[in-house]
């Protein structure tokens, strides 16, 4: 369906919403059930949702992701449980509104739907109606006019109900709280326990390295490791084994002799008085006078140009410079420029005004390159490198066939297909799978051939795989190493030294509690509090649960104070000495956006509350085995 029908941006808002509600809004488990019919994927207020329509609503939402994706578009996106299974919700979700629609007798006139196809920008050419734009806009769409304006008709009908359930309305007072609430400011020291000022307290058992060993047996494993040897059969392999003859690169040479030839070069430096044309009479007519007076000085003088650009000049990227553009060939300037500098006889001449879309230019040249042509011995070795890989692009696609036979027939060894092929056989540093490898190793049908049972215990060649970017490769097994259990007495010390961490961290958690307490009930406690800073919510100054905590102390009370816990690096306590609310202006800005950005969550509530209650009054049921199945269909 035409998106341009949708002139209300809430309601495109809303029908996105529909594909991504949370199912926590209404309770999956409350309306799933065993339908036991194998052609219905689900069943709202007793009407069907097939395969067929499902299948239909699967290209839909396809061909939405491409268009808006465009080449970063993967169809794996929609090749999960998760995405069929918001697919679907979104075709119950339509459903069920439409069900509560037709329930209210909710009608769209003959009038509403000609006003609303007239006004669609789409199907407009010079801002009126065309019946012939709006009949092939529909072909190209797969529909008939009774079929887009049957949609048509039943989305106006939808938004009569979702229109209403949009306008999230946050009044100006509460509006200017949460502001407040936003850009309250509180003044905070800390105190810092860490797990080294506890490390002297730490006590481990005599067991407790042995039995944490034992309990945590596959962190010390160490997994199966390969070393191998391979050879790869790719275009630059080729091509080093093709020969080009003289001949062969002198008549490619002829052949393209323009792509040799390089054009006339310019060097030119210029005075720029800027004057865009779309500006005033007055401002052009002053731009003009001052580069008037300064193309006379340079008449006047014309070894003080460089000077004078400098002085003058309004092009930032050359003023510095001199006025200096360095060289250029056709096309690279503005045309007027480009037709004054070429038209200038010899080095030294001096143009006079010049005006282009960006001012005026007085411009003097200053170097000529003529037109050439690069000679063959120049270009010899770019046309042979060329000609070598354009050849061997064709040989490799021959060669890969005869390259996996041989690697297959005689397995035991890549002397062979090395020798034939004139390829290197090299060797692999150690191969873990599930490691971040090198190329070419860095390809999971690679790695999974190499650790197969035929790999490692016969030492065969794997078969030859295509690792991408047109590259064969095979590989043997040398040397294998099984997984294995790093032994007790390697591991204990660092075990040790991790039991002890630890058991620190906690030790410094217990007695940042502890101190916590003792603090908001008033009592003195000996703390070294670092120096007071001011912070804002909703800044990135603390780590969210610590900024929560702060923000959640009480202001009526101050200093007041909170603590939490950081993992691994003990207790941090805060105190809150002074609270700011600083109160915002009816004028100001901010509370328009706070307004806008509530106002869409209080919709969005809405609209979930609703949804939830439609669930709740019509009978909804998946058939889960038959959504699990689709994915073969």
Do not use: C
Request: avoid cysteine.
């Amino acid at each position: 369906m035409f998106d341009a029908v949708r002139n209300n941006k809430k309601v495109v808002q809303i029908f996105l919403l529909l594909i991504t509600l949370p199912f926590a809004f209404w309770g999956v488990d409350s309306y799933v059930r065993n339908m036991g019919k194998g052609d219905e994927l689900a069943s709202v207020g007793g009407h069907a949702i097939t395969q067929a329509e499902f299948q239909q609503a699967m290209r839909s939402q396809q061909d939405r992701l491409r268009a808006s994706l465009g080449d970063q578009f993967n169809p794996a996106m929609l090749d999960s449980p998760e995405a069929r299974r918001a697919v679907l919700e979104n075709m119950i979700n339509q459903r069920l509104l439409g069900l509560d629609a037709g329930k209210h007798r909710l009608l769209v006139s003959d009038a509403q739907m000609r006003d609303t196809i007239l006004a669609v920008p789409g199907f407009q050419e010079n801002g009126q109606f065309s019946q012939v734009r709006y009949e092939a806009l529909l072909k190209a769409q797969g529909m008939n006019q009774a079929i887009f304006e049957s949609r048509l008709r039943q989305d106006l009908a939808l938004q009569q109900i979702i229109i209403p359930l949009t306008q999230g309305i946050l009044s100006g007072a509460s509006a200017e709280r949460v502001l407040g609430t936003q850009i309250e400011e509180r003044t905070v020291s800390e105190a810092v326990l860490a797990p080294p000022q506890f490390m002297a307290s730490v006590k481990l058992g005599e067991d407790a390295a042995k039995n944490f060993y034992e309990a945590n047996r596959q962190r010390f494993e160490v997994p199966a490791q390969v070393r191998a040897e391979y050879v790869a059969l790719d275009q630059d392999a080729v091509a080093s084994q093709v020969s080009v003859s003289d001949a062969e690169v002198r008549k490619a040479y002829e052949t393209a002799a323009d792509r040799y030839r390089q054009g006339e070069e310019r060097r030119a430096s210029h005075i720029l008085i800027q004057a865009d044309k779309a500006a005033g009479e007055a401002v052009i007519k002053a731009a003009r006078e001052k580069a008037e007076g300064i193309l006379k000085q340079v008449k006047a003088a014309p070894g003080e140009f460089a000077k004078l650009a400098k002085a003058n000049s309004q092009d930032p990227g050359s003023a510095d410079k001199g006025g200096d553009l360095g060289y250029f060939g056709h096309g690279m300037m503005v045309k007027p420029f480009e037709d004054a500098v070429f038209a200038l006889a010899k080095e030294g001449d001096t143009t006079d005004l010049v005006q282009s879309d960006f001012g005026f230019h007085i411009i003097r040249l200053t170097g000529i390159k003529a037109a050439k042509v690069r000679p063959l011995e120049e270009v010899k070795g770019e046309i042979a490198a060329e000609l070598r890989k354009k050849a061997a692009s064709g040989k490799l696609a021959e060669m890969a066939e005869g390259f996996s036979n041989t690697v297959y027939e005689q397995s035991d060894s890549l002397k062979p297909a090395a020798e034939k092929y004139k390829l290197n056989v090299q060797t692999s540093d150690w191969i873990v799978r599930a490691a971040k490898l090198p190329p070419p190793f860095d390809n999971e049908r690679l790695v999974s051939a190499l650790f197969s049972d035929d790999a490692v215990k016969n030492k065969r060649n794997t078969d030859a795989i295509d690792v991408g970017g047109g590259v064969l490769v095979s590989a043997r097994v040398v040397e294998y190493k099984p997984a294995s259990l790093r032994p007790f007495e390697d591991v204990k010390p660092l075990i040790e030294k991790r039991l002890a961490a630890d058991e620190a961290s906690r030790l410094a958690v217990k007695e940042g509690e502890a101190r916590l307490g003792k603090l908001q009930k008033g009592e003195a406690v000996e703390l070294s509090w670092g120096a007071p800073r001011v912070l804002q919510r909703g800044a990135q100054d603390l780590p969210p649960a610590a900024a929560a905590a702060v923000f959640r102390v009480a202001s009526d009370k101050l200093p007041g104070y909170t603590g939490v816990e950081v993992p691994g690096a003990g207790y941090v306590l805060y105190r809150v000495e002074k609270v700011v609310r600083p109160e915002a202006a009816a004028s100001d800005p901010r509370l328009q956006v706070v307004r806008q950005q509530y106002g869409r969550v209080l919709a969005e509530m809405d609209f979930a509350a609703y949804i939830a209650a439609l669930r709740q009054r019509y009978d909804v049921k998946i058939n889960m085995a038959a959504l699990e199945g689709n994915k073969e269909k």
